[in-house]
């Protein structure tokens, strides 16, 4: 059983209206299974994962972890006490630190003003600036790399392991660079919700991998790692693992079964068609119609080929004016929101769903409809869509 789309827009950036794409802007996508750690994942096209490796070289990092983007501290600030609660309890000994996908270097920064002799690898030109101009060592090239061939004491990523090809493989060779008892953190979307109720809104190209706890650990565990904690994010969709290098222990023995996909991928069709049915009769209806979270919206309206006839509103200030390759359609704020409103409002985030709402309520729009995600699906994944 498959869950696919004939065109989904490319997403990697946010650009001024017009700009031309390296790769192509609207791409087919299709969810698999790998059933030896029990993940939900993307099915590995060799078109697709070139496109991927072409735009992670491009100087269009998207990582939040940026002292441009008003969203890195809240994120940042979170994934910094796991690691320094990891780092307490059982990185006694830690001295080299290495970081996978650094971006805007912040966190690898912090580490070493407080004395850590830190080194990041990142294939993007920007975390090479931005470590030049922190005074950091940043390799610029993918892991594994010759140009680092020693050993860390503590490596960690943020963001990084759900667009990794072969997450095992990657992982196995960090644990081949790792000191005996040395650490090994990261952070991935916390897709565990959409996994076991069939919701959609995290589907994205760059996305290989679509994590839950169970199947994080087992990544982990299938690499040869000992699992010491695996735990939600405080803040954001983000779950965050902590492994420890211990040399004795063999890689996890593959599992067997895919109950797990087709669960997800019949809830799925159900909770798909009951969305973009619903969304399909507003945009059909005349009526003015608006999303809040875009980037979560863009499964559903891929799924309706509806490019155009809405509006987007996020509250990520350096998206203000730009749009998604693939769909016209600039992105507005709150306050234009007030000023011009929309009839019908989707707000299509389950983490920040809440939030939003109120904000928006703050507004005092008279007339216009609020619709939250989670009223149009079952996350329970028993109950029909609501």
């Known amino acids: 059983m498959t869950l696919s789309f004939d065109r989904l827009p490319f997403y990697w950036r946010l650009k001024p209206p017009g700009t031309p794409s390296p790769v192509p802007e609207l791409q087919p996508f299709e969810y698999g299974f790998d059933e030896s750690v029990q993940l939900v994942i993307q099915k590995r096209h060799p078109e697709t994962l070139q496109h991927l490796a072409t735009i992670y070289r491009e100087d269009a990092n998207i990582g939040y972890l940026q002292d441009a983007n008003d969203i890195a501290r809240p994120y940042g600030t979170d994934f910094t006490r796991f690691i320094d609660r990891a780092l307490e309890r059982w990185g006694g000994g830690v001295r080299r630190v290495l970081e996978l996908g650094c971006g805007g270097c912040t966190i690898l920064a912090d580490l070493a003003a407080r004395g850590y002799e830190v080194t990041g690898i990142d294939p993007g030109p920007l975390a090479v600036r931005e470590g030049a101009r922190r005074g950091l060592r940043v390799i610029n090239d993918f892991f594994p790399t010759p140009q680092f061939p020693g050993h860390a004491d503590f490596i960690f990523h943020n963001d990084v392991l759900e667009h990794v090809d072969r997450p095992v493989e990657f992982l196995a060779s960090q644990r081949r660079q790792l000191s005996p008892g040395g650490l090994v953190i990261a952070a991935v979307p916390d897709c565990s919700d959409g996994v076991r109720a069939g919701e959609i809104s995290m589907t994205m190209h760059q996305h290989l991998n679509y994590f839950d706890q169970d199947s994080l650990a087992r990544t982990f565990e299938a690499a040869g790692l000992t699992v010491v904690a695996v735990e939600r994010a405080a803040y954001g969709g983000s779950l965050y693992c902590c492994a420890v290098n211990d040399p004795d222990r063999a890689p996890a023995a593959p599992l067997r079964g895919d109950a797990k996909f087709r669960n997800f991928a019949a809830k799925a069709a159900v909770n798909t068609e009951a969305v973009t049915r619903r969304v399909g009769e507003a945009l059909r209806s005349g009526r003015r119609v ?15 080929e509806a490019w155009s006839g809405y509006r987007f509103f996020d509250d990520t200030s350096h998206w203000y004016g730009r749009c998604f390759d693939g769909v016209p359609v600039p992105v507005e704020n ?4 007030r000023r011009n409103p929309v009839d019908i409002l989707f707000i299509m985030s389950l983490t920040f769903g809440r939030k939003i709402g109120e904000r928006v309520a703050a507004l005092g729009i008279p007339g216009m409809e609020v619709i939250q995600l989670s009223d149009l699906v079952s996350l329970d994944g028993q109950d029909g869509p609501r």
């Open 290 to 304: 608006g999303f809040y979270v875009p980037l979560r919206t863009l499964p559903y309206v891929s799924a309706l």
């Open 334 to 337: 709150c306050e234009d929101l």
